[in-house]
């Protein structure tokens, strides 16, 4: 049974930097491309990018400047940073597995990160 | 700046038949766009129904079926359970990584 669980800091002020950690237990953690999502009221889901265990990367490009996803293979874990965060960044963020070209089958609890000054 | 629509909400009766609908701004949804649909319950996550247009997860009941229909993908709920009151959201593969979801379709079972 597969289960990604994610922790990170949930209330930033202006122009700090968010940081999320996703961990997967179950499973394969190579042969997936593994993923961030956010959720916002006025934006819906947006994909935010990926990352394999090999360490190859695809953003979004509207956030691309901004993030940053790595991995760490030996803990079957991996993490998002969002640089500069605003208002704008406040959104349930979640983890998930992708299978393929965005069959995210697999999914975190969600972490709700607020920006406020 | 590529946009998936789908129908803002919907309205079913237990035991009826619905609908919902995925239409992409850059033209006809076919095969290659690997539609899939996910549908979410208040302070859940998404949870994944169908992915490449009309395959279903081990999970997913079978009275949850996709298709593609006059250019747009498609769920299709047969025998509509009191349960699958909830937001649906579909999801399109675009290339390079590319994907977009739609804006959602809030259903309601009355």
């Known amino acids: 049974q597969v289960q990604l669980q994610q922790w990170g800091a949930g209330l930033l002020k202006p122009s700090e930097t968010l940081s999320l950690t996703c961990a997967v237990y179950?499973?394969?953690?190579?042969?997936?491309?593994w993923t961030w999502i956010r959720q916002s009221q006025g934006k819906g889901l947006e994909w935010i990018g990926e990352?394999?265990?090999?360490?190859?990367?695809n953003y979004n490009s509207s956030l691309k400047s901004r993030v940053t996803i790595s991995v760490d293979t030996s803990k079957n874990l991996f993490s998002l940073n969002l640089t500069s965060v605003t208002a704008a960044d406040t959104a349930v963020y979640y983890c998930a597995r992708d299978r393929h070209y965005g069959d995210f089958d697999y999914w975190g609890q969600g972490t709700l990160v607020t920006v406020s000054s | 700046q590529t946009v998936v629509t789908q129908e803002p909400s919907l309205t079913v009766s237990p035991g009826g038949t619905v609908t919902l609908t995925c239409a992409s701004s850059?033209?006809?949804?076919?095969?290659?766009?690997?539609p899939k649909w996910f549908q979410q319950k208040p302070g859940q996550p998404p949870r994944a129904l169908i992915y490449s247009t009309n395959n279903r997860h081990p999970w997913t009941p079978a009275r949850f079926s996709g298709s593609l229909l006059g250019g747009k993908a498609a769920l299709t709920l047969s025998g509509v359970q009191p349960e699958d009151e909830a937001e649906y959201y579909c999801?399109?593969?675009?290339?390079?990584?590319?994907?977009?979801f739609g804006g959602g379709t809030k259903l309601t079972v009355l």
């Open positions: 179950g499973g394969s953690f190579s042969g997936y491309y």
């Open positions: 990352i394999n265990h090999g360490g190859s990367t």
């Open positions: 999801l399109l593969y675009y290339g390079g990584a590319e994907v977009v």
């Open positions: 850059t033209g006809a949804v076919t095969s290659g766009y690997y």
